[in-house]
């Protein structure tokens, strides 16, 4: 049997939808500049986060980690005689969404899937990519390029997204056991990014209840602290925490905060902390500087160990989960009803957005991939 010509039918294409990061000392102000363009993070905090890029270099560690993803992406679609090509556009830093688009165009491609580097809806980690792909596809079709963009579905609760996390989180508290502690000493942290409490609050589809970010997250830390119990016969507690705060005091964002829930559990008389970065799908700088550098270190000042658990980065279980969600958003796209696994719970989140889920607090802007 020959290979399928048209293995992801109606998409010729796949988009990697990330944030970017600088790749030297002289990005770092430019890629600042970008990503806080009309926002209100004070100066103090913006020399601070430079200061964290300066430490490593001038270069996140982003970049090469979606080179990386990409190439895994690639790997598991030849895998399946998906001969598909895999395109790379971001949010803050070059190659820019509009750049990725005229690249897809030369290769001749005209309808994109889209594969976002972030789990979890809210304006932040959802709509802005939408808009992202709005502007971009604006800027391009102003040189004549016209191409379709949609997206896969939000991932928090895709398996291939959730167990790798919860499998990772159960071995990391497995070795934490077999080196000898006490279970009853050891703390379970799932960290994410802080965002405005206004952010959470609007965050899922324009429903009443909103929180979808806090409330995804807190759904999936309670599943695996269950899983971990379960196979390790343990009674641990597993909580959420935030991290990478920014914005001016006076503006409340999700807490606690990972140093300050620390500083607790070490008082409470915990010896071990587990820490799993469930916000994040791969080691970047708000992975390496405020958990490996700033929370270890007060760890280290409190006598806590702390464990951070990897992230998914390019498992081969995530890596071919996002593409079971390509193939599964590309059957949906031609009007099939694909099996659609879930985990917590049995419902899907959405691939095309509802009207005025997670809207932008400060202006109204096009976004794709939704119903408004
Ligand atoms: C929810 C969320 C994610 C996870 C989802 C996703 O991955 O998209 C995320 C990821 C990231 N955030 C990143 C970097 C930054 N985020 C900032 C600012 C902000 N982030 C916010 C939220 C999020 N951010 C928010 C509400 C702000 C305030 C300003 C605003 O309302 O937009 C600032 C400005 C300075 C500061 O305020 O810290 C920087 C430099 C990098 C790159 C890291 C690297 O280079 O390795 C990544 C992956
Ligand atoms: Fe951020």
Same mark, same amino acid.
């Given at each position: 049997m020959s290979p399928d010509?048209?293995?992801?039918?109606?998409?010729?294409?796949?988009?990697?939808?990330?944030?970017?990061?600088?790749?030297?000392?002289?990005?770092?102000?430019?890629?600042?500049?970008?990503?806080?363009?009309?926002?209100?993070?004070?100066?103090e905090r913006l020399e601070e986060v430079g200061e964290h890029y300066y430490g490593f270099g001038g270069r996140s560690p982003i970049n090469d980690q979606n080179r990386a993803l990409i190439a895994a992406l690639r790997a598991e679609l030849d895998r399946r005689e998906i001969d598909t090509p895999v395109i790379w556009g971001n949010r803050n830093f070059t190659p820019f969404v509009d750049e990725a688009l005229r690249e897809a165009h030369e290769q001749g491609l005209t309808?994109?899937?889209?594969?976002?580097?972030? &789990?979890?809806?809210?304006?932040?980690?959802?709509?802005?990519?939408?808009?992202?792909?709005?502007?971009?596809?604006?800027?391009?079709?102003?040189?004549?390029?016209?191409?379709?963009?949609?997206?896969?579905?939000?991932?928090?609760?895709?398996p291939g997204f959730s167990?790798?996390?919860?499998?990772?989180?159960?071995?990391?508290?497995?070795?934490?056991?077999?080196?000898?502690?006490?279970?009853?000493?050891?703390?379970?942290?799932?960290?994410?990014?802080?965002i405005?409490?206004?952010?959470?609050?609007?965050?899922?589809?324009?429903?009443?209840?909103?929180?979808a970010y806090s409330r995804q997250h807190a759904a999936l830390g309670a599943v695996i602290t269950d899983e971990v119990n379960a196979t390790l016969d343990t009674d641990l507690s597993g909580e959420?925490?935030?991290?990478?705060?920014?914005?001016?005091?006076?503006?409340?964002?999700?807490?606690?905060?990972?140093?300050?829930?620390?500083?607790?559990?070490?008082?409470?008389?915990?010896?071990?902390?587990?820490?799993?970065?469930?916000?994040?799908?791969?080691?970047?700088?708000?992975?390496?500087?405020?958990?490996?550098?700033?929370?270890?270190a007060t760890a280290d000042e409190l006598g806590l160990r702390l464990v951070r658990v990897p992230t998914v980065g390019v498992d081969p279980e995530f890596v071919s989960g996002l593409v079971d969600l390509v193939?599964?958003?590309?059957?949906? &796209?031609?009007?099939?009803?694909?099996?659609?696994?879930?985990?917590?719970?049995?419902?899907?989140?959405?691939?095309?957005?509802?009207p005025g889920c997670c809207p932008n607090l400060r202006t109204a802007k096009p976004a794709l991939c939704g119903q408004d």
């Open positions: 010509p048209r293995p992801l039918d109606p998409y010729d294409g796949i988009l990697l939808l990330s944030f970017g990061g600088p790749e030297k000392p002289e990005d770092v102000l430019p890629f600042l500049r970008t990503v806080t363009a009309g926002k209100n993070i004070p100066d309808r994109l899937v889209t594969v976002m580097t972030s &789990a979890y809806s809210c304006y932040s980690s959802c709509r802005q990519y939408r808009e992202d792909l709005a502007a971009a596809t604006e800027a391009v079709a102003a040189s004549g390029i016209d191409i379709a963009v949609d997206k896969i579905r939000t991932y928090a609760n895709h167990r790798t996390n919860s499998r990772l989180v159960t071995e990391a508290v497995r070795e934490v056991l077999r080196g000898g502690t006490d279970a009853a000493d050891v703390r379970l942290l799932f960290v994410t990014h802080s405005p409490t206004a952010m959470d609050e609007t965050s899922g589809p324009g429903d009443e209840v909103g929180h959420l925490v935030f991290c990478s705060r920014s914005g001016p005091p006076s503006q409340p964002w999700l807490e606690p905060d990972v140093n300050d829930r620390l500083e607790e559990l070490a008082a409470e008389g915990a010896t071990t902390v587990v820490v799993a970065p469930i916000g994040f799908v791969s080691d970047h700088m708000e992975v390496v500087y405020d958990l490996d550098t700033e929370a270890a193939e599964e958003r590309a059957a949906v &796209a031609r009007g099939e009803q694909p099996a659609q696994p879930s985990w917590p719970g049995t419902t899907p989140l959405r691939s095309t957005c509802a």
